[in-house]
């Protein structure tokens, strides 16, 4: 009978250490990220904004919080606050080319199309062979009428991996009158 006593004893402080271990990551700015990524991931925006808001409470130099939330505000189509939160996870690590590029496609969705330049010009500077920035690079071109530069990018970005949307593909040949 000792033996389960002290059995149960050591079973019930495991326990107890792991719902004290769970409960103190539940507070830290990595969970509410973490959840924030999961509620992105179903679609439910305004969760997801929550967490990252509460990550960005908890640590307010957390920059992935900051894209995240980002991603999220531009997902609902609120460009301003996407742009903001990219431009602070910027200032926070500067040299982060995925920031770059996710600010520039929020540009762009604005019309904003020299300042998504910029960015995904910054992105490549940083990141020379980031497949993302040449496609989203040549979508702008693509608005601006510049074909001949967005076949380059896309053929770049093509040679890195990206996948090509096939109806981004048909409208690029359509408007530049260029077979591939």
């Given at each position: ?57 908890l640590n307010p130099q957390f ?118």
């Amino acid at each position: 009978m000792r033996k389960f006593t002290f059995f149960i004893l050591v079973l019930m402080a495991a326990l107890l250490a792991a719902g004290q271990s769970w409960a103190a990551e539940a507070g830290t700015a990595q969970y509410c990220l973490d959840q924030g990524m999961e509620h992105f991931k179903a679609g439910d925006l305004d969760h997801a904004i929550a967490d990252y808001t509460k990550a960005i409470e908890l640590n307010p130099q957390f920059a992935w919080a900051y894209n995240n939330r980002g991603a999220a505000y531009a997902e609902a189509g609120h460009y301003d606050e996407a742009i903001a939160d990219y431009t602070r996870a910027l200032e926070i690590e500067p040299k982060h080319a995925e920031f770059y590029n996710n600010r520039g496609a929020a540009y762009r969705e604005k019309g904003q199309y020299d300042q998504a330049i910029a960015d995904f010009n910054r992105a490549l500077e940083i990141n020379p062979g980031y497949a993302n920035a040449y496609y989203n690079r040549a979508t702008v071109f693509c608005y601006k009428k510049d074909y001949e530069q967005a076949w380059a990018d896309i053929r770049k970005a093509e040679s890195l991996g990206c996948k090509i949307n096939p109806a981004f593909l048909d409208a690029l040949r359509k408007a530049s009158h260029v077979e591939r």
